[in-house]
């Protein structure tokens, strides 16, 4: 299945499913339930969403991300060997967690936000994880047991704060900077992620493009070491890092501008599409 949370044409937030061009309202029905998508996971209730809910035209209702409440949105540095190629770097031992925080999201067709602080507006296409139950000191074997779905991100990033210190927070956490969506794809729908292939497009031009399988650290390597320091929540979304040919280190740089549009394509997952505009 293909999970939603969207803000419906009377401006009532709430979820459901998406096929093709259109979405169910479960959450009309299911909310004195569950209150959100978060709420279904924790429950372990996704199949209760199937076939749920009135229809409504995908154009009709505004996308959010797909868990818009996460307890945390753990993101991945420097985990693509091609990226940490272009960086100049070495692989790191341990995989490099960051947090953004929800303000920092919008979802699948809403326009991301350049700052008035700077113009080094960044994109950078991501597979994202949802997990699906809690779990603390997970093993690597276990770990796909824990998983939800996936989704397409976008780690907007603001180059130059990013630099301000070692800390990424500041460059990774600006409001509506990065998205998410266009839906959660349940795990069974997806398969093997590690077979997936990974495209980023910039006004349609291709700038990244990778398998999945050229992850630094694997998807159960992050959640082991995550889930060691702190305990995974449903709904936990784990931005699992981007592949070469961020615009930082394009010659020459390119950045992003009002009336650009960004792509980011994970096969079997989706499209995640979002325009530019300036901050007003």
């Keep these: 299945m293909k999970l939603v949370s969207f803000i419906d044409p009377n401006g009532v937030e709430t979820y459901g499913t998406?096929?093709?061009?259109?979405?169910?309202?479960?959450?009309a029905t299911l909310r004195s339930k569950y209150a959100d998508l978060r709420a279904v996971l924790a429950a372990g209730a996704m199949a209760e969403l199937e076939g749920i809910g009135a229809e409504s035209d995908v154009a009709s209702v505004t996308l959010?991300?797909?868990?818009?409440?996460?307890?945390?949105?753990?993101?991945?540095?420097l985990n693509y060997m091609a990226h940490i190629k272009e960086t100049g770097r070495d692989k790191p031992k341990h995989p490099a967690i960051f947090i953004r925080h929800p303000s920092s999201l919008v979802g699948h067709g809403t326009p991301l936000v350049r700052p008035k602080a700077s113009k080094d507006f960044d994109y950078e296409g991501e597979l994202a994880v949802v997990i699906g139950k809690a779990g603390r000191h997970i093993s690597?074997?276990?770990?796909?047991d824990y998983i939800a779905g996936y989704s397409c991100f976008n780690d907007g990033s603001i180059r130059d704060f990013q630099a301000h210190t070692s800390q990424f927070w500041p460059g990774k956490s600006f409001e509506a900077s990065g998205a998410m969506g266009p839906a959660l794809v349940t795990s069974d729908e997806v398969s093997d992620v590690t077979k997936q292939n990974l495209t980023t497009r910039v006004n349609c031009n291709v700038e990244q493009n990778a398998g999945i399988d050229d992850l630094a650290f694997s998807i159960p390597e992050i959640i082991a070491?995550?889930?060691?320091?702190?305990?995974?929540?449903p709904g936990d979304v784990i931005a699992t890092g981007t592949p070469g040919g961020v615009g930082k280190f394009r010659k020459p740089q390119l950045y992003l501008e009002p009336g650009m549009t960004v792509d980011v394509e994970i096969t079997v997952v989706g499209t995640l599409t979002n325009g530019i505009v300036d901050e007003v």
């Design 18 to 27: 998406m096929t093709g061009d259109t979405v169910r309202d479960a959450g």
């Design 64 to 77: 959010l991300p797909p868990i818009p409440n996460p307890d945390k949105i753990l993101c991945i540095g």
């Design 140 to 144: 690597t074997e276990d770990a796909w």
């Design 225 to 233: 070491y995550a889930s060691t320091v702190i305990k995974l929540l």
